[in-house]
């Protein structure tokens, strides 16, 4: 029976902080495929986006840019708070997952509008590349709100000020979530 | 600072210590065998089609008739579990499972149930690879680097209904190594959090083993360049299942676009095996010729540039692909340049054996035979790497023997140098010395017989991925068709041969000498725990004084210096 006892690390970033900024890394590289890809396909092409094809909502998908933004501020405030008030970190927490469900919900409904209007994966190259990177997005937006729910139901079981590090993980991926969509919408929507 | 914790409990039942482990040590052997079974399956669809190309038309034993779709498959599915079912566990997450935490001295990795949770993804990915021979219409055959519009068009077995269509022969593939990314991307990012986080006390970035800092740079390029080909697959995977226009230039979209996003993840791949191969070499040299690493620092500087560099060289794969000859000139340059690095690691194994007493152990016959293959390797490389012959060799088996001149030492000579040099470390047991030189002397020379004749095959124009080729009057000549049965006949006895590696592990499991803490002599901290290591490594755990390297020292009366003890040493 082994009963040595690890010596203690010092450590710069702790190890859930760090794994999760190597996996936005990751994260990053493949957004950077798919822009570059919808890119260089939008270069050779003329009429763009093609003249049969519906114009998107820039107005509506603007303000929901904004709520998304609030929500990352929202979480910023929650990890902001976390230390010395957990029950408003809580409730920062509550209001940023609930901003970025609306988020969720508002594109959702853009979706069957456009596929209303005759916009399909298969009706040109450019709705198979508005379905695909906005939707990989709406992935990444439901991976990150089932963190925020885990975040928000380990707390009950443990306050945070406990683990510190799993809230401050959990939101480095919130922001990449929410930093990536401006891009995403200037390159998609405007063109 | 994190609060001291004491290493958890040796779990006891059969399940929690053999398979649902998360023991570091039990997930990197798990993975190696996984491994040898993918190699079994590998191997054995390298035999059928190489039988085929040497005795066309001819019934293969233990497999029957081959037809043209089979044998696209049978390629396809080689190379792919080759690279990526083979290569990726035996070199990246067995070796860096097993190595890391014990080589930086720690109890375990940073996430250990992610580690588990990542061997068991592996597990299924294997199992959809191997399944996909099973669905309607067989396992897909458009080559393993996927291109459309080939993948993209369905053209093997698209059945309308959405279920058929997902697990018909592109999906499942595309499936299966995907599967295999998000494995290695959990097993990465462990081994950059460990390797960063969790060194002992004393561990600083240049007392570090060089085949540690190898599989960290690795893992960096793998999960830099792995990002643009899942957006590349996820495309390609809508172009079969719902039907999009991504890669059909029919319909506006660019099928030259995925071999960009292919490439730019697959050239870095190469260093992503090659490198924890080169480490393992740079751990077993310096041991058995009693010499420091020459140019450790530089070689580690190296490297990195080379990481660097492997991201901007991916097009050299598609000069003959329509890409504008000035950007075909800047990654013949980006090629050649890349190529300084590598020679400057190769430099310095030869110099660390320059004037050392060298010892003819077998992980160093085994090194020793890596080094050689490859030369031939990366020679033949460096004349691909100029876009003028390329263009003229490309697709033939000019190529086909050149890479496997890089590969095959990469995989096996790699992972056999490996084994042979850690077996008695996490066995307790000695493997037995006079099968070990009659396993190498038999896979050192069948691998050459079927290989090399395969470069003159290739100048005389025979094409690859072609399984009949009665109708080009240039191959079917002599010596052309008797250098088919020859290269057949030596990979038929290199794979025979490696019964005698089973056998061996088998024997030496059972019966093998038992194997003392450090048998050879060696620096690095895993040397220092006990073999097999308990549970939790280290007991009481290291603080590291010296580098890795510090063999004959001149004011150390032995001739090695482990890194944990704590006598001075003076330098002058
Ligand atoms: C066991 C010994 C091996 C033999 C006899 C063998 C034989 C071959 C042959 C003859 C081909 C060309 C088939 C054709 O183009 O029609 C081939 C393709 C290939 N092999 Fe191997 N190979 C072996 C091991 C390996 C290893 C260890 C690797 C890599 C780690 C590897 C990777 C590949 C790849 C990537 C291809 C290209 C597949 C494609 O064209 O899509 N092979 N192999």
Redesign the interface.
Known sequence: ???????????????AV??ML??V??????????I??YI??RS??VDWP?LNQPRLPILMTGINTFVLALSGVFMALAVKKSAGAPRSAENWLKASALLGLTFLLVQGTEWSNMLAAGMH??S??FG??FY?IIG?HGVHVVAGLLMLIYALIKNRMEPVGQNPNRLVAISVYWYFVVAVWPVLYVLVYFN | ???????T??PQGFWTKYLFSTDHKTIGIQYMITGLFMAAVGGFLAYVFRYNLAFPGESIPLFGQLDAMHYNAFVTNHGMIMVLFVGMPFLVSGLGNLLIPLMIG??DM??PTLNMMSFWIFLVSCLVMVAAFFVPGGAFGGGWTLYPPLSASGYVNRNPAFWSTFFSATPMFILGVALEFVSM?MG???F??TT??????GMTPFKIPLIVWFLNIATLDF??????????A??LL?DNV?????YDPA????PV?FQH?FW?FGHPEVYVLLLPALGVMGEIIPVFSRKPLFAYRTIIYLSLIAAVLSVVVWAHHQFIAGIDPRMATFFSIGTIIISIPFAGVFLSFMATLWGGSIRFTMPMIWALGFIGLFLIGGLTGLYLGSSTFDIYAHDTYFVVAHFHYTMFPVVFFGFFSAVYFWFPKFTGKHLNHTLGMIHFWLTFIPFNVTFFVLFFNGLAGQHRRVNEYSSFSNIMKEPYITFEKISTIGAIVLMVSQFIFLYNLFISLRKGRKAEKNPWDSNTLEWQADSPP????????PVVYHGPYEYSHPSSEQDFVPQDNPIVLKTN
Not at chain 1, 1 to 15: C, E, F, V, Y
Not at chain 2, 1 to 7: A, V
Not at chain 2, 251 to 254: A, H, I, Q, V
């Open positions: 029976m082994n009963t040595a006892i690890l010596p203690a690390q010092r450590k710069l970033i702790p190890d760090l794994g190597f996996l890394s990751a994260e990053i590289m493949f957004f950077s495929g798919l570059s890809a260089i396909n050779g092409v093609p994966t298969n040109s190259v198979a590349f695909t990989a | 600072m994190e609060t001291p914790h004491s290493t409990h040796a720690t109890d940073a996430f991307l990465g990012i462990n950059l959090v960063i986080n969790k060194r002992a006390e999960m830099v360049s792995v990002g643009p080909l899942v957006a590349g996820v495309m809508l719902v039907g999009t226009g991504f319909r506006g979209g660019d676009l996003l730019f308990v549970h939790g490594n280290f007991n009481p755990y």
